[in-house]
């Protein structure tokens, strides 16, 4: 069994969510850091072979939620030792490598606590990988994505190892003139509320 992990505050509205929903079969439930009981989660890990841990990036570091739950772990000596661990990180910035002080993060709690690192998907530009799907423009620009996320699956399901990453297929520049011209968009709309 595979315990599937969602540590953003936005809940199912998140990327975070797509991403663990793509992997997942639709029997499979997901965890809510920010909603189920710490001991429920657990539970479900301690009768799981495999974690996966899918959470945004915030002030490169895991969020608040993850740290707190990853804490809450190693203070209550709670045995995990032999599951395998993996990780789907995204975060707003289109380089993945932003990703990887929260990697390390991840990567020094499995290590503290005999857990298998097996390592993840670290994604870049996560605000739009997170809602392809209701886009055509936005599924062109990341094409890749349906081979690497089926790759990463099957990764999962036969307990490989795994070090993979994804942002758009878009030249840096315009993702940052487009995601200025969406912020600004943004507050505009806010603003008339
Ligand atoms: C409080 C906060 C801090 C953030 N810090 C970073 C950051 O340090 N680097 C970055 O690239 N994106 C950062 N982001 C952007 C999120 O990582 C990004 O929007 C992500 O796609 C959210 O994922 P989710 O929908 O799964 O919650 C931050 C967002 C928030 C709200």
Redesign the pocket.
């Known amino acids: 069994m595979i315990t599937y992990i969602n540590g953003?505050?936005?809940l199912n509205n998140?990327?975070?969510?797509k991403f663990l929903n793509d992997i997942k079969s639709a029997e499979d439930k997901i965890q809510y850091i920010y909603m189920n009981n710490y001991e429920d989660i657990i539970d479900n890990i301690i009768n799981s072979y495999t974690i996966v841990l899918s959470?945004?990036?915030?002030?490169?570091s895991p969020t608040s939620g993850v740290l707190d739950f990853l804490e809450y772990i190693k203070n209550n000596t709670i045995d995990l030792s032999d599951k395998n661990l993996y990780y789907i990180v995204?975060?707003?910035?289109y380089e993945p490598q932003?990703n990887n002080t929260a990697i390390d993060i991840v990567r020094c709690f499995c290590e503290n606590n005999k857990i298998n690192f097996k390592g993840g998907l670290s994604i870049g530009a996560?605000?739009i990988i997170?809602i392809r799907d209701s886009k055509l423009i936005y599924r062109i620009l990341t094409k890749s994505y349906d081979n690497k996320i089926n790759e990463f699956k099957e990764k999962i399901q036969n307990n490989k190892n795994v070090d993979m990453n994804i942002t758009l297929s878009l030249n840096k520049r315009l993702y940052v003139y487009a995601a200025n011209i969406s912020w600004k968009n943004t507050i505009r709309q806010a603003n008339k509320k």
């Open positions: 953003s505050p936005k998140s990327a975070s969510n959470f945004p990036l915030y002030a490169d995204n975060c707003g910035f932003q996560g605000p997170g």
